[in-house]
């Protein structure tokens, strides 16, 4: 993945998901190391608020839509609620407006648990709220395979398709 192919393959997303497992066995270690000083209610709080706001509500509708689409706004709430920006924002306003503590790893447990454990980040528009390939996503990968296994891929390699920054390679 980079940022003119934002895929990832069935490889570069298990090395992310790794790179997510050591993210999470370190909130882990620290909890467990800190386990007397973690307040669990509020710890339970912490780790509950982000599916009670970001995924019951879309996962309540799409299981009730017949079509199983969902509003936008359940995609928000989910990219919100899973957004490492929106736990950095939240640990830093309960630090300094309640206390800093351990129990703050709730949150870096429940989003690293998601992309590690289950490989679940945020949600495009464009897909179903609940995992599911996409028969357009199926096709380009198998497409993809295919071109990689018979060596038409490489670094060098411009095509009729590639933005005007290609034309600089090509001159």
Partial sequence: MDARNRFETKVTFALSRLEWLGFLTVSLVLAFQHRAEIRWGVFALLFAV?????????????????????????????????SLVTAGILAGAWALFVRPEWALLALPIHLMGDRALFGNSLKPFGVAF????????????????????SGEFGTARTTAHDTEDSDAVRA
């Fill in 130 to 149: 609940e995992p599911e390939t996409t028969p357009a996503f199926a096709q380009f990968e198998r497409r993809y395979r295919s071109a990689v296994d």
């Fill in 50 to 82: 982000i599916d009670v706001v970001g995924y019951l509500p879309g996962a309540i509708a799409h299981r009730r839509s017949p079509d199983r689409r969902v509003p936008k706004g359940c995609y928000v709430a989910y990219n919100t609620m899973h």
